[in-house]
Each structure stands twice: as structure tokens, then as C-alpha cells.
């Protein structure tokens, strides 16, 4: 396609339960990111890829947090025993070049809501 | 203090007027920097790159003040449309800070 992908749009799980979101960057995007964003603020970071190179999980706020981008492309982000706390829309975005000045285009975000 | 800060707002502003808000940087090692516009429930577009010498894209002039460390967008005959969210993005390295954002609402 010609943006960004991710799926589901809408993820509802129980507290305790494991979830994985997806996202397709656009083609030929080197960078993919990763960003939480609760209601009313701007998007946290949260993990960074170049190709398949996770450079950068600082972002990440626990270790039930992880995320893969085994072929370069597409990338997962799981998340294991889910807590209320977890309840946030998670966006993906793609960049053509690593630590460039290139912005970055986004998914339009999977909403998780934790029961 | 945090590392980009806005002001939330909302900005109340008639149709058809100029509005402008800032952003403030902490790290003068920030390399680049953009305006992304973010609508309710949406994901943030990219509104326009800020250069050092000042951009302009139709009604919109974003400027860059690395002394004082902050950027500014100007919104020129503000339309109903233009009702959004604004949110600043500052790169360091590779990482991008985001302001929380500025919530503008024009009304007829």
C-alpha cells in the first residue's frame, strides 16, 4: 500500500491477556518506529528499527514489552499480561533513511483498550 | 522541565483570523524539527518541516529561533478545517521529541 499499515485498528483484551499489533511500514523505509500515546498527550516513544536492528528500546516501559522486525519490514509489537495501564493508542511510523532529517509518516494506530 | 513544551490551549479563534503559537525546546543540540497536525482520534500528519531560515507553505509560516530555542507556526486566514491539535516534534539523533501538542479551534 502506500502508507503505513497497522492492524487491528481496534485490539479490546482482558487484564492479564497477550496481544500483538502489527504494522506494515511503506516500502523501502529503512527506520520504523514505534510511539504510545494516551489520551491528551503527544505520542511517547517507545522502540526504534533500522531494518532489522532494534537500535533503540528505551522507550519500552516494562519488559511485558517487546517488539520484532525480523525481515526488515513488517514489525510486532507484544505485549505480555496486559495491564489496565497498557490502554493507549500505538502508532507506527516509517522513515526513509536512519537518524535523517526525513519525518516520519505514520500508521493510523491500533486503539488497545484493557478490561 | 520537559524537553518540548506547548501550550495546550484550546485557542478560541474566529474564522478567518491569524493565530500563532509557539514551542520551546530544552536541548540546543536539537537537530530538526516539524509541525505535525494531529485530529481528534487520529494518527499526526506532518504539517511542514521547519528550516533555520524560515518556511512558508500557503497560510502557514512555521520559524525557527535557535537562540531562544523555540519554534513558531503562523496560521494565516484561519479556516474551519484548520481546528486540530498541532503538535511540535524536535529530533535528537534519531529519537523525535514531541510537545504535547496545542489544541486551536476556530469557530464561524
Known amino acids: 500500500g502506500a502508507g503505513v499499515s497497522q492492524s487491528p485498528r481496534y485490539k479490546v483484551a482482558k487484564r492479564g491477556q497477550d496481544v500483538a499489533l502489527r504494522c506494515d511500514p511503506i516500502?523501502?523505509?529503512?527506520?520504523l518506529f514505534w510511539y504510545q500515546q494516551a489520551l491528551g498527550q503527544g505520542p511517547e516513544f517507545l522502540t526504534y528499527?533500522?531494518?532489522?536492528?532494534?537500535?533503540?528500546k528505551s522507550g519500552l516501559p516494562s519488559d511485558r514489552f517487546f517488539a520484532e522486525r525480523p525481515e526488515g519490514s513488517v514489525s510486532t509489537l507484544k505485549i505480555q499480561r496486559t495491564q489496565q495501564e497498557d490502554s493507549a493508542v500505538y502508532l507506527c511510523a516509517s522513515s526513509l533513511e536512519r537518524g535523517s532529517n526525513q519525518p516520519q509518516h505514520f500508521g493510523d494506530g491500533t486503539r488497545l483498550s484493557i478490561l | 522541565r520537559k524537553e518540548v513544551e506547548q501550550d495546550p490551549g484550546p485557542f478560541n479563534v474566529p474564522e478567518g483570523a491569524t493565530v500563532a503559537f509557539n514551542c520551546t525546546y530544552s536541548n540546543s543540540a536539537s537537530q530538526s524539527f516539524f509541525w505535525y497536525r494531529q485530529d481528534c482520534r487520529k494518527e499526526p500528519k506532518l504539517l511542514m518541516s521547519?528550516?533555520?531560515?524560515?518556511n512558508e507553505d500557503g497560510r502557514f509560516t512555521a520559524q525557527l529561533n535557535r537562540a531562544s530555542q523555540y519554534i513558531s507556526l503562523l496560521i494565516r486566514d484561519s479556516k474551519l478545517s484548520d481546528s486540530a491539535t498541532y503538535l511540535c516534534?524536535?529530533?535528537?539523533?534519531?529519537?523525535?521529541?514531541w510537545g504535547a501538542g496545542t489544541k486551536l479551534i476556530i469557530k464561524p
Open positions: 516534534v524536535v529530533i535528537l539523533n534519531y529519537q523525535l521529541i
Open positions: 528499527f533500522q531494518n532489522e536492528a532494534q537500535l533503540d
Open positions: 521547519v528550516y533555520s531560515s524560515g
Open positions: 516500502s523501502g523505509h529503512v527506520s
